[in-house]
């Protein structure tokens, strides 16, 4: 069956070896080894989780429309072949973006980046500084692109008052009975709750203005050059969509400047490296400031606390539930994910000042 679904892409030569790659945690995603000729080049094939993604064809109309507009860009300085060092989809021979198979099934294609490389965690310094100027490149790029443009793939996606509410129901229905277990993180919420519009608010009041945003600019989806390890591109852009650049900004510094991780065992381990936030932020301006407002600057830094008690609050919430959403291994792995994200709030709660200086 790969065979066929390749054979109806435009590529160079014919498909010689097909297989499985990465840890294909959401969407099917396939290593295809062309012969062009005799010489190999590599693409990558995937079908899109429909069971994630309920609308495949706008996530690829947005794909499409993002993806293009950063080659124009990169075409008008300079680069000769984007497709070398960012996303760029391969078409179908019948020139769509996309391909519909006889189960509905939606496959997509894109050259293999060889130059690039991802990492699971961050490495040190200089690689944050990277991973923040990877994202404030993207965001720079797709500055000029109008966001009425593309679909809102993902609505209440990253709109924190959504996530309290969702929180508050699945606590009201206590479906599993594990309401009783959770009393001191309730009590920690209900302290916060003035986080969870901070930045929402300003939207509706249009002090701060929507924008192409990624929404989830985690460390290995932001890909470094294989020889300089200098940031090359965003990956994984089935999540673009009209956003805040701040959820972007705050969940990158969240998922790469607590080197304990997600999942630490020992939440006394849990806490944000200032040096890394600091190497962040630098690399994230860099590239940024140019196109930001004083307003949106000045909101970055309380972003990080936003997202952090955003993401607290949908384990939580999946917990109560009774872990529908996110894959667990263990009966409280959402519960303990939970308290990972909310040791990493009291910390970032404990530095804020100093955050703040770095926008100042």
């Not at 916060?192 to 249009?206: C, E, G, M, N, V």
């Not at 309380?302 to 917990?319: C, M, N, P, Q």
Request: net charge negative.
């Amino acid at each position: 069956m790969l065979d066929l679904i390749t054979s109806q892409f435009s590529l160079p030569g014919k498909a010689v070896k097909i297989r499985r790659f990465g840890p294909g945690l959401i969407n099917d995603t396939y290593l295809c080894e062309v012969d062009v000729g005799g010489k190999p080049r590599n693409y990558i094939l995937q079908r899109i989780n429909a069971s994630v993604f309920t609308h495949p064809q706008q996530v690829m109309q947005n794909i499409e429309a993002v993806t293009a507009h950063i080659a124009k860009r990169l075409r008008a300085e300079g680069v000769l072949d984007p497709s070398l060092v960012t996303p760029g989809l391969v078409l179908t021979r019948s020139g769509h973006s996309f391909l519909l198979d006889g189960s509905g099934d939606c496959w997509r294609m894109f050259p293999f980046i060889e130059a690039g490389m991802v990492f699971d965690t961050v490495q040190d310094n200089k690689h944050a500084y990277e991973l923040g100027r990877g994202l404030g490149r993207f965001q720079s790029l797709v500055s000029d692109l109008p966001t009425d443009s593309l679909h809102d793939t993902l609505p209440g996606f990253h709109f924190t008052p959504h996530a309290l509410a969702e929180y508050d129901r699945a606590l009201t229905a206590d479906v599993k009975k594990r309401a009783a277990g959770i009393v001191k993180e309730n009590a920690f919420i209900d302290r916060r709750r003035p986080l969870a519009p901070l930045l929402t608010d300003l939207i509706a009041s249009k002090e701060l203005p929507l924008r192409v945003v990624h929404n989830d600019p985690k460390v290995n989806n932001i890909m470094v050059h294989r020889e300089s390890r200098e940031a090359l591109c965003m990956l994984d852009l089935d999540t673009v969509k009209p956003g805040l650049v701040h959820f972007d900004f705050g969940d990158c510094v969240r998922s790469a400047t607590n080197p304990a991780g997600e999942d630490a065992q020992d939440l006394e381990a849990v806490a944000i490296d200032l040096s890394l936030f600091e190497a962040v932020t630098e690399g994230y301006l860099r590239e940024a400031r140019a196109f930001l407002t004083n307003k949106e600057l000045e909101m970055l830094p309380w972003s990080v606390k936003v997202i952090t008690f955003e993401l607290g609050l949908r384990f939580l919430a999946d917990y109560l539930r009774g872990d529908i959403y996110f894959k667990t291994t263990y009966q409280t792995h959402n519960l303990h994910r939970a308290r990972v994200q909310f040791k990493l709030l009291e910390s970032i709660e404990t530095v804020e000042k100093n955050m703040v200086l770095l926008f100042s």
